[in-house]
């Protein structure tokens, strides 16, 4: 390295960009849509007292929302190629509807935003906010 | 005897074992790369060499200055010194990692380490931007009292830093006797486990002997694949929210609690303590995980 401070980290920079390059082209394969299968796995480990009883999952498989036996909810969302989940109570999460969906913030920083196109919402929407 | 800044040294190689290790991850299907996670790992690894330049790094200085001026004894700068000073600062290392796993205030910055779902060799970079004050000031400067001199210790800890580096791959999968006194991919690969049977454990930097003496070792099965990240994962790749996500979190429960005890307890309780219990800590999630066991 060089000791001036803006040189160095514009050539630190420059390095992340070609690992980043790198890991982009020799790992490029598209993550799979969520189903109801991969999102009840990844629940049970994250979530393994959440028993599922019904789904609703967005259209284009990038998240799935999920009504549990005691009446709470949790969302899985695909994250790049992984999964996150989010395990919450009734009224607790922010809830947006949109034109073909609706969208389900969990409570908390950093957690995911579930966006889920799907044909009815409006039951899931009221259950959500704990009516 | 003069003590060389290794880590300037050891960088071009990290990024070469990088680019190495995504060769070989893609021609032998054993390790995987996510972009867009390895460039948020990236970023807080280059965040995290300036964050000190804010005031940190002076504010250590002038501790450690203080400090050896008030030694207990001399300690002079040979082989031997380094060698005992490299081995107490592992044990340093040792108290100090786990610490920041069983206490929510250090949890905040070291969680920053543990946000990846993946684990490769941009996982050892991805680093904190707070926490490094009160870590160093906590735990190295006993080492300085102690007469041992400042660069020395500074030095280790960088030897430290760049062992704990390699660990970080699922491309190595056990290494025979080694792994009996050395920590390994192995045994790191269970410290950044989620699953229940591996949570907190093999707190180890260099020497994994630490953890076999205080009871946190727990070796890698074959029959249970670790799963990397925390125990909620975080959904976002952005930075600043790797970087302040718990902080966030400590701040809003803090102004919500009902009580001083129950503030102090959101800060410095366990991670995921709540007063109501509502809230799972590791120790609740591998209770839970060994009931089932015994039930099943």
Known sequence: ?131 | MEFPDIIAFAVPAFAALVLIEIAVAKLTGRGRYEARDSAASLIMGFGSELAPLLGGAAAVGAVFYAAYEFRLMDIPNTWWAVLLCFVLDDLRYYWWHRISHERRWFWASHVVHHSSQHYNLTTALRQTWTGQIIGQVLFKTPLIFLGFHPAMVLFVGAVNLIYQFWIHTELIKRMGPFEWIFNTPSHHRVHHATNPRYLDANYAGTLIIWDRMFGTFIPESDEEKPRYGIVKNLGVFNPLMIAFHEWIGIAKDVVSARSFKDAMGYMFGPPGWSPDGSRMTSAMIKERWEETRREG
Not at chain 1, 38 to 53: Q, V, W, Y
Not at chain 1, 102 to 111: K, L, N, S
Request: with cysteine.
């Open chain 1, 1 to 131: 390295m060089t000791g001036n401070l803006l040189i160095d980290s514009a050539i630190s920079l420059g390095v992340i960009a070609v690992l980043v390059l790198a890991a982009r082209l020799a790992f490029r394969a598209p993550s799979p849509p969520l189903d109801v299968a991969r999102a009840s796995e990844r629940l049970a480990f994250d979530e393994p007292d959440f028993a599922p009883t019904r789904w609703l999952v967005d259209a284009g498989g990038r998240a799935a929302l999920a009504e549990g036996a005691n009446g709470d909810f949790a969302v899985v969302c695909r994250l790049g190629i992984d999964l996150v989940t989010r395990r919450f109570p009734a009224g607790a999460a922010a809830v947006k509807t949109e034109a073909n969906g609706i969208v389900v913030v969990p409570p908390g920083a950093g957690g995911p935003a579930a966006h889920i196109n799907a044909g009815e919402t409006a039951e899931w929407v009221r259950k959500l906010a704990g009516e």
